[in-house]
Structure formats: C-alpha cells, structure tokens
C-alpha cells in the first residue's frame, strides 16, 4: 500500500515560475526523500531530509518537513522545461520499508 | 552514490512463460532488497521485502507464488514472475539497502515486461 498523498496530482506552469508539491503520510519516519521520474524511466533522486530536519536545499530544490503535521513540500524555483516529470514523496518508515506517494506531474511549458 | 542494475531491461514474453528479473548492488552489500511494481501513470507499489538469506515479506495483495523472490546472497535479488499474464505488465524496480534502518535506499533503473 501507499504511504500517503501528494498534491496536487498534476501542475502545468510557465518556465521561470516557481512550482510547490505537497506530500502527506501516515506513520512515524526517518526520513522523506523527494524522487523525480520521467515518463517510462528510472528513478532520480532528488533530496532526502531526515526526520529531525525541518528544510533542506539544493540548487533550485528546497524541502520542508513538519512532522507534526506528517507533510513535506518540495519547491522547485526558477523552473525549467526539463523540469518538467513526475516527482514523488518517499518515505523510510521506521519498520525499514520505503513506501511512495501517489506523486504529482509537473509540466513546465516553455 | 551507490549503484544498483537491473538485468534485463526490457522484456518481452508470452502469456503462461515465467521471466526472471535480476537486481544487483554493485558496490556495496544489501541486507534488504525491495522490489516495487509500477503501472502507466502510477505511483511505485510496493511488491514485497527481502533480507539476505531469508523468506521474503510480501505486501497485501501480493502473490507470493506467483512473484517468487530469492535473495540469494548480498548483492543479488532476483524476481521471477511465474505464468505471466497480460496483467503483469508493468515496470518492476528493485531497490537496496545497506544496513540499518534510515540509510539510504539506492533504486535499480528498471525493468520493462511486456506480457503478450
């Protein structure tokens, strides 16, 4: 089963505009990692935060954690056409499993 | 970072064959192996858990003789999807670990099956 959602399902945005993914989840963690994926393709990892960070950076990326509320968000800034994939929530749950979110898909029109 | 391959990267197979799917970590050993299935426009599920040396642990729903998983040794898990169906197709990953819970998870590229 799924670990949580991720909103919204699906984002179109002009290049240069900044683009917000929210991920929600239920159960305690270790951390979150955010994965960005192109249609038909592998995995790239983008960021992991660990549970005891709140925001993390990474070029364009910055990642938040609340785990009070059991969300993350990723935001992407300045956005490109190659932006554009799918881009989902991970989360390393204390029982050693990773489980996704349901992801969002992001089309950055140029 | 950590590399992980999967072998074959595409597959092509008819109905009522079994197909074998090789995940390997190449510069490390995995003490537990994952391995997830993804249809057209969904997210990654995952299919069951492999520590070296034991039975996997599949996840609800999953059948575990019709996904059979051996986790042989620490750097090589394999899938075998037996009687396959056209509903088997999909795009399997396979994922590994080093250790203790909260390292990092390193994920295979994939693996295309096509059921025909």
């Known amino acids: 089963s799924q670990q949580g959602e991720e909103d919204p399902q699906a984002l179109s945005i002009q290049e240069g505009e900044n683009a917000t993914m929210n991920c929600s989840y239920k159960t305690s963690i270790n951390n979150l990692q955010w994965y960005r994926q192109n249609s038909g393709r592998g995995l790239v990892h983008l960021i992991l935060i660990r549970s005891n960070e709140r925001e993390k950076h990474s070029g364009r990326l910055r990642v938040t954690l609340d785990t009070s509320k059991k969300s993350s968000s990723l935001l992407i800034t300045a956005s490109r056409a190659a932006d554009t994939a799918s881009y989902f929530c991970a989360t390393d749950a204390m029982n050693n499993d990773m489980r996704f979110g349901a992801g969002t898909r992001l089309t950055v029109k140029p | 970072g950590a590399v992980v391959s999967q072998h074959p990267s595409r597959v092509i197979c008819k109905s009522g064959t079994s197909v074998k799917i090789e995940c390997r970590s190449l510069d490390f050993q995995a003490t537990t192996m994952f391995w997830y299935r993804q249809f057209p426009k969904q997210s990654l599920m995952l299919m069951a858990t492999?520590?070296?040396?034991?039975?996997?642990?599949?996840e609800q729903g999953v059948e575990k003789d019709k996904f059979l998983i051996n986790h042989a040794s620490l750097t090589l898990s394999t899938l075998t999807v037996t009687s396959a169906h056209p509903e088997d197709s999909s795009f399997y990953i396979c994922?590994?670990?080093?250790?203790?819970?909260?390292?990092?998870?390193?994920f295979g590229p994939g693996t295309r099956l096509t059921v025909t």
């Open positions: 492999s520590n070296e040396g034991s039975k996997a642990t599949y």
């Open positions: 994922s590994a670990k080093n250790g203790l819970a909260g390292t990092e998870q390193y």
